[in-house]
């Protein structure tokens, strides 16, 4: 079953085209990395997705509903953890799972549901009760990430989910996110080149906001003659000019 | 009530996100409490714009000024981080986000309401009586031109401009409203403004409905009326630029 299809989504900012002519195919359950620098339009991508913004062009079949048709119908389908850290600082992290399960139209029965879910996977009971903008970067991170999984999303977008942690609280994540792997189909946007490696079923290589590779890892170094994700990366955004 | 369900569950939130904030306390209670008791004491006996009849209504109009500077900065801080974006793929609707950043405003209101009239009280019994249970429900109106006010300039302003924009309204609030001073003295032309803006008309609804004098149209319902228009108007702009940035995806 396919999660995502797009095609031919595009946005435009006034002058600047952020994301051109994408046409992709996302399977159920698979863990889809998007790759690229700075401005590739990873996030925009995201946004597009998600229903957070509409798309210039083009048209995209998120869980069977278009996201220019029926924004609010994808909405209740997936989720999203963008690369900013998004909790309420000043409730406890018990308070923000419990706000956020309300905001998704949640009774106090599931919420007390939600709660036991959340720290089972993220093991943020041990933190439950402390002010979520006191808790270091990390937490924060994990935090964030597990509202996005409150719904039960059957898709959930993690854009730059790593992004500003410390080496540890990385790999923390990674297992985490291993582990949602197979129960829900997740889009990850990062440019760290080892993130992708550890954690993809395939990956999107993005640049000036075209797809310019889909593969897996395998196909991604059989196309490239590269051994590495990172070296591959290279080879895809530069065209081989950098090794020249 | 499971219809309203996200707002109340998102005016819980501003709650607790002010309450829990002790810089906004000491802003909108500890500070206007503390010149309400030093200024009576010092000057109530010079002139009649300091006794407590005077000086309690004005206090709790010029505290309320600050819910714009507090509504205001809790949305551009929820504009500026992700945390908007991600209520927006709960599918809230901005009419239920307006409605959860006014309701939370409303029991700090009463709480300002409340303690500045009964502190008040205990200094000067006089003003104890039926006036104070008039003024509970306009008190509650002219807060709403403020928290409109502040969900207007939180939805256009960043969370560094806001502080800068919101201290206008402290400070029209302040020198506007003639709580401080008789305007008597003033300029034909500054009197005119000041009785077309909403800061004075909203001192003068406090006063008149304690004291309970004055003629009921022109000094009661006029001031009421003037208010009331602002504060429609102040939600009308707020929603239309809520909206406006949430139909925009630019957050």
């Known amino acids: 079953m396919t999660a995502i299809r797009t095609e031919g989504l595009r946005k435009e900012y006034k002058d600047v085209v952020a994301v051109e002519g994408l046409d992709l195919e996302i399977e159920e359950g698979e863990l889809f990395s998007l790759l690229g620098v700075n401005g590739a339009g990873k996030t925009t991508t995201v946004k597009m997705l998600s229903g957070l913004t509409v798309p210039t062009a083009g048209d995209a079949e998120v869980c069977g509903f278009s996201v220019v048709k029926e924004p609010d119908r994808v909405k209740g389908s997936i989720d999203v953890s963008m690369q900013e850290t998004a909790i309420a600082r000043k409730l406890t992290v018990e308070e923000n799972i419990a706000f956020y399960a309300a905001m998704r139209g949640h009774s106090k029965e599931q919420i007390e549901e939600d709660k036991k879910y959340v720290y089972s996977v993220f093991g943020l009971d041990s933190v439950a009760k402390r002010y979520a903008g006191k808790l270091s970067g990390g937490w924060q991170r994990k935090l964030s990430v597990a509202l996005a999984l409150i719904s039960r999303p059957k898709v959930l977008f993690l854009d730059e989910p790593t992004l500003g942690l410390d080496v540890i609280a990385r790999r923390e994540l990674w297992r985490t996110i291993r582990e949602l792997k197979g129960k829900m189909t997740v889009i990850l946007t990062t440019h760290y080149m080892e993130e992708a490696e550890a954690l993809s079923d395939r990956i999107g290589v993005m640049k000036d906001g075209k797809l310019l590779f889909v593969g897996t890892q395998e196909e991604m170094y059989a196309s490239t003659g590269k051994g590495n994700v990172e070296e591959a990366f290279i080879e895809i955004v530069t065209g081989g000019e950098r090794d020249a | ?251």
């Open chain 2, 1 to 251: 009530m499971r219809k309203f369900s996200k707002t109340f569950a998102f005016a819980k939130r501003n709650i607790k996100e002010i309450v829990r904030d002790p810089i906004s306390l000491i802003f909108m209670i500890l500070l206007p409490l503390a010149l309400e008791v030093l200024f009576y004491f010092i000057f109530h006996k010079l002139t009649a714009q300091f006794e407590m009849a005077n000086l309690a209504p004005g206090i709790v109009v010029f505290s309320q000024s600050f819910l714009t500077l507090f509504t205001g900065l809790l949305i551009a801080l929820d504009r500026g981080s992700a945390f908007l974006t991600r209520l927006f793929v709960c599918g809230a609707r901005s009419s239920e986000f307006i409605f959860g950043y006014a309701i939370a405003m409303i029991p700090v209101t009463l709480v300002q309401t409340v303690l500045f009239f009964l502190v008040g009280g205990i200094i000067d019994p006089s003003i104890f009586g039926v006036g104070m249970l008039r003024c509970i429900p306009l008190a509650l109106l002219t807060s709403l031109l403020f928290i409109g006010l502040g969900i207007l300039f939180g939805s256009v302003c960043s969370e560094k401009s806001i502080g800068g924009v919101a201290s206008a309204v402290i400070t029209a609030q302040s020198v506007l409203s003639g709580m401080w001073f008789p305007i008597e003295g003033l300029s034909s032309g500054m009197v005119t403004l000041m009785k077309c803006l909403p800061f004075k008309n909203a001192t003068d609804v406090m006063r008149l409905a304690l004291s309970g004098g004055g003629d009921p149209v022109k000094e009661h319902l006029v001031p009421i009326l003037i208010v009331t228009a602002y504060v429609v108007a102040s939600f009308v702009g707020a929603i239309f630029a809520f909206r406006s940035k949430m139909r925009s995806k630019n957050i």
